[in-house]
């Protein structure tokens, strides 16, 4: 088997060859026939700018039409791409997405929830940190946007493209590029010379469909000792969204600095204030609050107005040690399901697989992540069931088949975004094993079998534990097909960090 590796050359992509070595591709190739995908329900706010891409996979050229679409909304029949006003009136707006090709016809029912939620499902997308953390540039943000469209991520529901940190100035730098004055005479905050036009930036990226997020922090300096918003939360707020700006990522680092002391209170104080600005704003934004998990965020991260909140330290700093790094966020993350729902998501940190930069590295290229096949199939089935918001940060410029198939398989994602929006709950755990257990919409019962062990083992997971009657219908998710003669008890052989990923439903 040989994988395909896509690079890129100012904005053309080029596709050359790898050998793969143990890396099997699980993922069906989708078919010529349109077949659409992504959230089943999305919330927006009255009256604000609305734009949104059908996931669709299938032959181009592609017709797309919408039926009982509100006429404050319209529709280009050609890219699938829908702009304009979200309606004034509160309430539910059911459409049915339509897609024909040469090949044949997908519909899929979609309905829009006009009321103060947010991030019904975990939002999706890719976010800059883990590739190119100080070396990020404008034309880097524009690459990865058309990157989303290109590899086929977008037609899988990914939407936002965000910048993290070392956009802005960095106050006492000698560099040019990046020093300077970090605001103008009205106290507006700058961005640096890697990013000429920010306002053009947002621009191009909604041209093709997809969401823009940025970075700032409640202290007076980034993580990085870029400017942040201390004493500017109002402005930089206003100044964000008159970019264009759709996602806020809002990190603590030098807030510590400011804090009275580690109270609840201290810690909540910047997240309020700035939560409260974020809802006045004539913009849908989502509001993800990066603190680590500290005072238990989970608890009353929704109150600020935020709809997704990092429960852990840093996904890429967490050392392998019995277990890859990814999996300490992992079952952090996975007690935490009685606080995540519609609009309100625990958030363990970016997937970092494929290609990316060195943990704790500032420069350079990216490198392979040290992860096995089974340990990055296991990645992403746990963040898909546990409702995480799927945020992939490793290099776009350098997907591999197997890392799009990990990334790109509807069925897993279909978990993710479910609109019951529950998460995952723990149904075992030992030192070897997990399995987690999460119930979807249509009554079936999304199941992760984990081992977490040095060597393989054979894994089950019986009806009576899943408070299921009568025979069962199996389905592996990353194979996409029908598991034939479980009825009572599924008790696949797993691999070492391996995971079986099944949908179990009653067998009518």
């Known amino acids: 088997m040989r994988l395909r590796l896509f690079l890129m050359v100012s904005t053309a992509l080029v596709v050359t060859t790898l050998a793969a070595q143990d890396m099997p591709v699980l993922t069906p190739k989708p078919g010529p026939a349109p077949k659409i995908n992504g959230p089943r329900i999305y919330g927006a706010r009255p009256g604000h700018d609305f734009i949104y891409r059908i996931p669709c996979t299938g032959v181009r050229p592609m017709r797309f039409s919408v039926s009982k679409l509100p006429p404050s909304l319209k529709l280009d029949t050609a890219t699938g ?20 090709n040469k090949a044949g016809t997908a519909t899929r029912p979609f309905k829009l929830v006009v009321g103060d939620t947010l991030a019904l499902t975990p939002p999706m997308g890719w976010n800059d940190w883990y590739t190119y953390r100080n070396q990020i540039t404008d034309k880097l943000m524009r690459e990865a946007a058309d990157l989303m469209i290109k590899s086929g991520m977008a037609d899988y529901g990914y939407q936002y493209v965000n910048i993290d940190d070392c956009w802005m100035v960095k106050p006492d730098d000698p560099d040019p590029e990046l020093g300077g004055n970090p605001r103008d005479a009205s106290g507006d905050i700058l961005p640096n010379k890697r990013f000429p036009d920010m306002k053009g930036l947002t621009a191009y990226i909604h041209a093709k469909g997809l969401r823009a997020g940025i970075y700032t922090g409640p202290g007076p300096l980034t993580c990085a000792g ?17 970019w264009g700006f759709d996602f806020l990522k809002y990190d603590w680092c030098s807030y510590r ?9 201290e810690r909540r104080r910047p997240y309020d204030l700035m939560g409260r600005i974020v809802r006045t704003l004539d913009r849908d934004v989502i509001f993800n609050l990066c603190q680590y998990g500290m005072s238990d965020v989970w608890k009353w991260g929704a109150e600020t107005g935020g709809q997704c909140w990092r429960t852990t330290g840093d996904v890429g700093n967490m050392r392998r040690n019995r277990l890859p790094g990814f999996y300490e966020a992992g079952l952090i993350n996975a007690r935490l ?47 898909s069931l546990m409702a995480a918001p799927l945020f992939f940060s490793g290099a776009m410029n350098m997907l591999d088949e197997f890392t799009l198939n990990v990334l790109c398989n509807a069925e897993v994602i279909d978990v993710n975004q479910d609109a019951l929006g529950k998460q995952a709950k723990i149904l075992r755990q030992s030192d070897d094993e997990l399995l987690l257990v999460k119930p979807l919409e249509d009554g079936s019962k999304a199941v992760g079998l984990f081992n977490l062990g040095a060597a393989p083992r054979k894994m089950s997971v019986s009806r009576e534990e899943l408070m299921m009657a009568g025979p069962l219908r199996v389905r592996d998710v990353w194979r996409q097909r029908e598991l034939d003669g479980v009825t009572e008890e599924y008790s696949p052989r797993v691999a070492s960090h391996g995971v079986a990923f099944v949908r179990i439903w009653n067998k009518k």
Do not use: C
């Open 81 to 100: 791409i829908i702009t304009g006003k979200v309606p004034v009136k509160i309430g539910s707006y059911e459409v049915t997405f339509k897609a024909v």
């Open 226 to 242: 870029y400017e942040a918003s201390y004493r500017h939360e109002e402005s930089d707020a206003r100044r964000f969204a008159a």
């Open 257 to 265: 600095q400011v804090a009275r002391d580690n109270s609840l209170e």
């Open 337 to 383: 399901a009685d606080y995540a729902g519609p609009g309100r998501w625990n958030d363990p940190d970016y997937l970092i697989i494929g290609y990316a930069g060195r943990p704790r590295q500032r420069e350079g290229p990216p490198t392979k992540v040290a992860l096995s096949a089974d340990e990055q199939y296991s990645y992403m089935s746990m963040w």
